[in-house]
């Protein structure tokens, strides 16, 4: 049995993103994700070669510097 997926409301209301929730909330491919992390883009935190989560202010200052 998996995990039941959050709703888009219930994602908004946390303070820290799983690189799979972001992609969802975003209608972003995960890649477009992972891709903005490894490059230095998007602060996240990372263990390893995992990437575990992402801050929302750190999210919210990625997506303004995109445009």
Known sequence: MGAERKSPEEILRQSEYTPHELADLLEMSL???QSAVWGGELKATVIGHDI???????????LERRG
């Open 31 to 33: 890649y477009v994700i």
């Open 52 to 62: 575990m989560s992402m801050r929302r202010e750190d999210v919210l200052q990625w």
